[in-house]
């Protein structure tokens, strides 16, 4: 990474035992300034504390709103380091055995999304003080969709997760760590159905997330990722990946909004501080996946714009540092329910949903692919190589790159024509050397 000015110190709490560590002068530090006792025993306290769950997650270059987006575009190959001096991301770029356990990526993500899940769990913990049930849901629902992308995001990254905090806490499998975070959206979901969350609460917290259809939107993501998992995608698991991406918006916006104060990481490193770029105007499809010609599929110009043959900044919701970032796209919704349908052999109801992404001349984010309908083989393999595509396409850098890529079964790390740089990241040594627990890393 850069040099950076060294502001403070602080202590973090992880899964391990307290960790000593420093902190980079644009840090959010506390989710508010209130104590703890005062933030458990009072309804305002948890509300500044939900208010902080944001900013925890998405502002900084250390929160998971930066580190997911980029780690998952280097590991398919979609990003190119600009200046070779910001090391962490130039080994990400590189992949394989350069991504070692002090990437401050790779810690930044392990340690921000387990805070993140910490914060979460103290708001769900001590819903009992909140006398008003409409303050009671904004809390449960808002705290249930920052413990689940948090959880998420880890899901997607390394191959166990760690379920509790305390002294050499153990890891469990992915699929663990999935039902934690749908259990939590479920219950929110259900909640949702008859309360409304109050106007005291939609008040405190950040605008910009719609509460209802966010809930929703994440249950089908990771409905859709558990499903893959466990191999029950034509089961209850799939079924309600289709159940719930139906359900989530296409007309509602759900996103992040940052200011001149508060602002968007990826844009600040993107426009601000020209860290990385496009690694060219394929978005990093191999394989006779690209789009060809890149002028003929508007995506490509919307993502990113082109400066010379190896500068290609990032547009959209990487723009500049004011940029707004959705939390889910209509796109993705309707690339689930052909994914699911896909995997179950009901190749009709697959295309409608493909052609809805594949045809649409834009969204509610501007987002238009101008395609033909498919015409490929009526084969589940056929369609899914193509709903991968379309993934790729749709939602550049958003995160979930290295999850579709191992889902979708594309080429491994040192196989013919491997599409990917790594399977999972090496656990960080700010968790190997606190928590004797943590497994050995994870084969390339």
Avoid: H
């Avoid at 403070?8 to 530090?29: A, D, P, R, V, W």
């Avoid at 849901?137 to 920052?146: D, E, M, N, Q, T």
């Avoid at 698991?237 to 990481?265: D, I």
């Amino acid at each position: 990474m850069k040099k950076v000015r060294i502001k403070q110190i602080t202590l973090l709490l992880f899964t391990g035992s307290l960790l000593l560590i420093t902190s980079c002068n644009k840090e959010y530090i506390n989710p508010s300034t209130a104590s703890e006792p005062s933030v458990t025993t009072s309804v305002d306290g948890l509300m500044n504390l939900c208010a902080g769950l944001q900013r925890r997650f998405t502002i900084g270059r250390q929160s998971p709103l930066y580190t997911a987006p980029i780690a998952g575009g280097y590991s398919v190959y979609a990003l190119y380091t600009l200046n070779i001096g910001n090391t962490a991301e130039k080994e990400l770029e590189t992949g394989k055995g350069a991504v070692t356990r002090n990437n401050a990526v790779v810690i930044q993500m392990w340690s921000q999304c387990l805070l993140t899940r910490t914060e979460a769990e103290t708001v769900l913990n001590n819903l009992a003080v909140a006398g008003d049930p409409a303050d009671k849901v904004g809390l449960k629902a808002y705290a249930s969709i920052f413990y689940a992308l948090s959880m998420g995001t880890l899901v997607q990254f390394f191959e166990k997760i760690p379920l509790t905090n305390g002294l050499n806490a153990e890891f469990s499998p992915r699929a663990e760590a999935l039902q934690k975070a749908i259990t939590a959206l479920e219950s929110a979901d259900a909640d949702l159905a008859t309360t409304t969350p109050s106007t005291k609460f939609i008040s405190k917290i950040p605008a910009g997330i719609d509460i209802k259809n966010t809930v929703k939107a994440l249950l089908a993501r990771y409905y859709n990722i558990q499903s893959m998992i466990t191999g029950t995608y034509n089961s209850a698991s799939g079924n309600k990946a289709l159940t719930y991406a139906a359900a989530a918006s296409l007309t509602v916006k759900s996103e992040f909004r940052f200011t001149a104060t508060t602002t968007n990481p990826l844009g600040e490193q993107n426009f601000g501080n020209n860290v990385f770029g496009a690694i060219d105007s394929t978005l990093g499809l191999k394989n006779g996946l690209a789009p060809v010609p890149a002028a003929t599929d508007p995506r490509v110009g919307f993502y990113i714009s082109k400066i010379n043959a190896t500068n290609y900044p990032l547009k959209a919701f990487a723009l500049n540092t004011t940029a707004s970032y959705p939390v889910y796209l209509p796109g993705e919704m309707n690339l689930i329910i052909a994914e699911n349908y896909a995997r179950q052999n009901s190749f009709a109801q697959s295309k409608t949903a493909l052609d809805a992404v594949r045809t649409k001349t834009t969204d509610i984010y501007g987002i238009g692919a101008a395609q033909p309908a498919y015409s490929g083989p009526m084969t589940s393999t056929d369609l899914l190589q193509d709903i991968y595509k379309q993934r790729r396409l749709e939602m550049f850098i958003s995160g979930q790159e290295l999850e579709d890529s191992r889902r979708f079964g594309r080429p491994a790390p040192n196989t013919p024509g491997e599409e990917r740089n790594r399977t999972f990241l090496p656990y960080p040594f700010i968790e190997r050397d606190n928590n004797t627990s943590t497994p050995a890393d994870p084969a390339i």
